[in-house]
Each structure stands twice: as C-alpha cells, then as structure tokens.
C-alpha cells in the first residue's frame, strides 16, 4: 500500500507546484504588458524598411501654393497637404526618404511629379513634407540626404 501512496503523492505535490508556478508566470506577464497601440511609431517603421543611398547633400525645395489642385505629370491631383514630391528622373511611385542632416529628422514622399525646373534643385517637397524636417522656418530650401524605400 505505501508503494502506491508514494508515487501518487509525489504526482499532486509536482502538479500543485508546477500549477502554481505556470499561473504566477501568466498572471506576471498579463500585468506586466503595457496595452498595445493601434498606430506604430516612425522610429519602428523606419527600422523595418530598408533604404538604399540615392544622393546627399542636395538642394530642396518646397512646392507654392499656387499648384494645388493642379493636374501632375503622373496624371494625380496636386496637394500641399500630403507627403509627395518631384523629381527629375526618378519613376513615379518611388518612395523616398529625405532627411535634414542638421537636426537628423526624415519623411517618407512618394513621387508623383516632374521637376525642380529650377537649375541647382533635386527635388520639390510637398510644403507638410518640407516643414515636418525643416529646422529653419524662413527659408524655402534646404540641403537633404535622398534614400531609395526597398520594397
């Protein structure tokens, strides 16, 4: 009789401990999670995409008012409001990440225009996407590192 009583003793004592041990583990981690958030930061998008270096140090611009609403050359409505860009030679719907090298902030554009036209210039900025990496609120250009959005 002891010889049955040992091992089924020995079987409620590691359930009970091993039950214990698993629903303090499950109540710690359901208390210890902050809730998740529905949106995800710039600095988790930007360490999931990768970038490929397309030019540094060149001049933008920021587009006038006076195009909104306009037709661009990729056949979309122009809209100061939004994150798009032109640029000579890159296709359309390529994204690209422009960064202020002074105060290291970034946007992602997407091209969706022909230009600058003006001699000197790479690229013209939305006026949300020059003032969200502009450090300088008086001026209308600035000197941008261009990275290409790998898909």
Do not use: C, W
């Not at 902050?34 to 490929?52: C, E, N």
């Not at 994150?83 to 296709?91: E, G, R, S, V, Y």
């Amino acid at each position: 009789m002891k010889k049955v009583i040992a091992p089924i003793l020995l079987l409620f004592v590691f359930i009970f401990f091993a039950s214990s041990f698993t629903s303090e583990k499950i109540h710690a981690d359901f208390t210890s999670k902050k809730p998740q958030q529905d949106t995800l930061s710039v600095d988790t998008l930007s360490s999931a995409i990768k970038y490929r270096p397309y030019k540094r140090g060149v001049h933008a611009s920021y587009y006038h008012d006076k195009f909104n609403g306009r037709k661009t050359a990729s056949g979309k409505r122009f809209d100061n409001s939004k994150l798009t860009a032109a640029h000579k030679k890159l296709p359309f719907g390529t994204k690209v990440r422009v960064t202020n090298p002074v105060n290291k902030k970034s946007v992602i554009v997407t091209i969706t225009d022909r230009g600058p036209f003006t001699r000197g210039r790479e690229i013209d900025l939305t006026k949300k996407a020059f003032t969200e990496i502009t450090h300088a609120k008086g001026r209308g250009f600035l000197d941008v590192d261009l990275e290409i959005v790998k898909d």
